[in-house]
């Protein structure tokens, strides 16, 4: 229900007052004008008995038979006063100066006659009224003393109804009603544009604060002539002022945390005591594969489905102490989530719970690459520094005075130091180039790719020779990228070797180059492939090839001589050119290592 306006306040107020003044008025009014004319009728009354009887004891012989009409003035007859000569016990003496029939006994009914005649008996005017109920009219009667000759025979009574006096009465309260309700016609327009005038400087106040309150910092605040609504104005204006600085504060505040919390790779999630989502950030909801929008103020349990989840925010709620866990989220693809969860409390009682999601997926993953790489590095040194230990051990203990047997001891030896020796090469040349892949100085050059891809066949020759394994070559003799040729050709030979190792014998071995636009946009990019008709890798070994001393069949990896390197090295160099390597195979079937260089 919408509150009345301040005008309208005062304006009922007002005509509240301005009412109770007129009626006030009016009824006192109504009192005196009424007390007024009685006066005056009293006094008229009064004179006109003093009068008469003046006239009928200095031209009358009083002796009750003639009549005394004649001598009273017409203009007594007219005003309908009636004449009554009563003695002092109460009774009516018999007289002509009657002007109403005998039987009239009008006085007889007045309350007090005989207090009246004790009064003119005494010398005294005496007056009384009394109320008619059969004639509805007020009755007013004046008693002087009457003594004709100086003989006292009683009072003169002059008695008069209330008619004519009621009649002037009711014209004057009426023309005196129709003047009060004309000023209080007038008085109320003129109070209405008052209280206009009076309000106006507090609607603007209240317009101006209700544009602040709707966060309209730029209203300026009019200060008013009165001194309250000033003060009050210029307290608002004040207040404006620090609720707008207050307001910048918090919005710079919750810039900053928002532009925090987006930036972070961690995914935030907070939830009140009933578990309803209060906040959320981009992190988490890529985590938790939900919608912001959709989540927010929303029960945690119609949103997210995983109940470890659901069950780790209800144990951050209740704990005092932040808590810690690992969960794991279902795929496609599987992840591994890590997170800390703080209780909140307020001091209304109210609280929740902040969680901190960490996706440890990849953390995990290269915990256990780390782990695998220092048992294979490990392993791989050991071996060839076992053989190459025991082998010297064996010549110190006197074998290497045997001719046959010394040099057969020492060729194995020199062969497991060569192992070594590629070991540390291929290590070294993956910590260079490394180097360069951090730096992003990698040294480019225009070089043709068909010769680049022969050089590396004519590399691996030899060995393909011996398993009567045919290489081909599909690339276009004119095409030329930007790309480091030393590196590119090493990355090509260990793919051919690694294609070599695998294929059985007499089969093909395709190495293709070529120029192809990519779909994202109007750049080209580099793609050289090499298939084989091999034995094919398992599926579950395709993730972890390219990692380093990562071997698929480790006797047969060791006794094809490999260092358990060459695929990471690979994939380091084609990071280096920032392009990517990929690989397709099926067991039985073959291989497919693609390259991809972006074209500089």
Known sequence: MPKPRLARHFFVAYAAALGTVLVGCYWLSTVRMASVIEEAEFERMTATAVGLADIIEDVANFSGQDSYIQFIPKAIIRRGYKFEIIDFQGNRIDTKLSTKPAKDKALDSVPGLLQLLRETRSGRIAKTSSFNIDSNRRLFVVAVPFSPQNIPVGALCISAESQEMDRILSDSLKQLLIGYFVLGFFALITGWFIVLWVAKPVQELAYAVQRIASGDGTERILKPEVAELAAIA??????KDKLVERGLTLGRRDTEQEAVLDSMMEGVLAVDVRQRIVGLNQAAARLLNIDIEVALRQP???????PAIRHFVLRAIDCREPIEDDFDIPGPPKRTMRAHGTALRDPSGEGGAVIVLN??????RLE?????????VSHELKTPIATIKGFVETLLDGAINEPEDNLRFLSIVAKQADRLEAIIEDL?????IEQSEDSGALPLEPTRIADLLATACS??????AEQGIEMNIDCETNLIAEVNAPLMEQAVVNLIENAV???GTHQPILICASLKRISSGNKEELTISVADRGCGIHPEHLPRLFERFYRVDK????QAGGTGLGLSIVKHIVQAHGGTISVESQLDEGSLFCLRIPRV
């Open 555 to 558: 006797g047969r990896s060791r």
């Open 459 to 464: 590399d691996c020759m030899p060995r393909a």
């Open 501 to 503: 190792k695998y294929s």
């Open 368 to 376: 256990i690459v780390r782990q695998d790489f220092v048992a294979n």
């Open 234 to 239: 210029e307290a608002t204006s004040r207040l």
């Open 428 to 432: 070294l040349a993956l910590s260079r």
């Open 359 to 364: 996706d440890v997926t990849e953390l995990e």
């Open 300 to 306: 945690l349990q119609s949103v997210v489905r995983n």
